[in-house]
């Protein structure tokens, strides 16, 4: 009974070590599923969430492969760090969050990370209450 249920938490939980070039937003990426797209440049892809936890909630992810945040900070190369942090100020003016958003990133099993490609979520539209509900 114990081992059937650590193989099922095992098999939910994603692999943020080594890329895998089949998750959902590495398709995003290559088009094969669609998006709706809010921001867009040469580093960065910014895109609605398709359950979205709020009135705003946006993803923003680089178009380069990383697993996680911690993945990002630690590989990715200084000028798309910079370039990743300046597109949420501009997704955030595309939508007009004059009153303030919330930025979140899942790190992990714990985190609660379930696509093992490096995200944050913007989120707005309303006051957002507490960190942890
Ligand atoms: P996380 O739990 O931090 O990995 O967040 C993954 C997010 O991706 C969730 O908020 C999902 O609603 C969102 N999501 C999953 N598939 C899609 C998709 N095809 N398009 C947009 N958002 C998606």
């Keep these: 009974m114990m081992f ?3 193989l099922k938490k095992e098999l939910r939980m994603i692999d943020i070590e080594k890329y ?3 998750n959902i937003f590495a398709k995003v990426l290559r088009k094969e599923i669609p998006s709706e797209l809010v921001y867009e ?3 960065v892809y910014a895109f609605k969430d398709i359950n979205p936890q709020a009135p ?3 993803l923003i992810i680089p178009k380069k492969e990383f697993c996680s945040l911690d993945d990002f900070c630690s590989k990715a190369n200084e000028k798309i760090v910079l370039s990743f942090m300046r597109s949420i100020g501009k997704v955030a003016k595309i939508l007009d969050l ?3 958003y919330r930025v979140i990133s899942n790190v992990g099993h714990f985190g609660g990370q379930e ?3 490096f995200h944050i979520h913007l989120l707005g539209g309303k006051a957002l ?3 942890i509900g």
């Design 115 to 117: 696509v093992p490609h």
């Design 4 to 6: 059937w249920k650590l």
């Design 20 to 22: 895998n070039h089949n």
């Design 98 to 100: 004059k009153d303030g």
């Design 56 to 58: 705003i909630h946006v």
């Design 41 to 43: 440049d040469q580093d």
């Design 129 to 131: 209450g507490k960190l």
